[in-house]
Antibody, heavy 121, light 106 residues
Framework: MQLVESGGGLVQPGGSLGLSCAAS????????MEWIRQAPGKGLEWLGL??????????EYAAPVKNRFIISRDDSMNSVYLQINSLTIEDTAVYYC?????????????WGQGTLVTVSS | TQLTQSPSSLSASVGDRVTITCRAS??????LGWYQQKPGKAPKLLIY???TLQSGVPSRFSGSGAGTDFTLTISSLQPEDFATYYC?????????FGQGTRLEIK
């Protein structure tokens, strides 16, 4: 199984960035997919998730990012995406693509290695 | 739902029994998970539903609790257990994490 994030890098404040996550080794379409980030030296921050086609690809977001972040997926590409708009220095973090367990309310059972986003002028 | 872990950091020795607590600001039934994170690595799910061990996790790890108060116990610390531990509530959205407990070698 693999989750491979890409798209991180250095971005200027106020800009936008799109992250991608390519999944392999499991039935991607069956799983809710999440994004979680971790600022340097800080704890984990849940950003949001996208549900499956059976659940109409609906999304949930953390309140602080709800108006700036968009999570989407393409099951034909086995990929999940995170669009981040109006970047600020506080968005500097490692962004993890994460698979949510199929068990009801049972956590995130597989994580990518993360991609670093640095927001700086 | 806010999660508060204690302690924030902990020093212990190999072989020690260690307990980390996680308190939720409101009842979350049994919908709590515990994660282990080592430096430079992604977190790893240890326990879900407050007390169920994820496949492959050593039996020295155990979890308990329900409602608002939860604990993670490591019965006999091994060298590979020195890491940061996070609790996570899954009872309602948005999902939230505790601030983490750093477990260091004494």
């Amino acid at each position: 199984m693999q989750l491979v994030e890409s798209g991180g890098g250095l971005v200027q404040p106020g800009g936008s960035l799109g992250l991608s996550c390519a999944a392999s080794g499991f039935t991607f379409s069956a799983y809710y997919m999440e994004w979680i980030r971790q600022a340097p030296g800080k704890g984990l921050e849940w950003l949001g998730l996208v549900r499956t086609k059976a659940n109409s690809f609906t999304t949930e977001y953390a309140a602080p990012v709800k108006n700036r972040f968009i999570i989407s997926r393409d099951d034909s590409m086995n990929s999940v995406y995170l669009q981040i708009n109006s970047l600020t220095i506080e968005d500097t973090a490692v962004y993890y693509c994460v698979r949510k367990s199929l068990r009801y309310r049972s956590g995130s059972d597989f994580w990518g290695q993360g991609t670093l986003v640095t927001v700086s002028s | 739902t806010q999660l508060t872990q204690s302690p924030s950091s902990l020093s212990a020795s190999v072989g020690d029994r260690v307990t980390i607590t996680c308190r939720a600001s409101q009842g979350i039934s049994m919908y709590l998970g515990w994660y282990q994170q080592k430096p430079g690595k992604a977190p790893k799910l240890l326990i879900y539903d407050a007390s169920t061990l994820q496949s492959g996790v050593p039996s020295r790890f155990s979890g308990s609790g329900a409602g608002t108060d939860f604990t993670l116990t490591i019965s006999s610390l091994q060298p590979e257990d020195f890491a940061t531990y996070y609790c996570q509530q899954l009872e309602s959205y948005p999902i939230t994490f505790g601030q983490g407990t750093r477990l260091e070698i004494k």
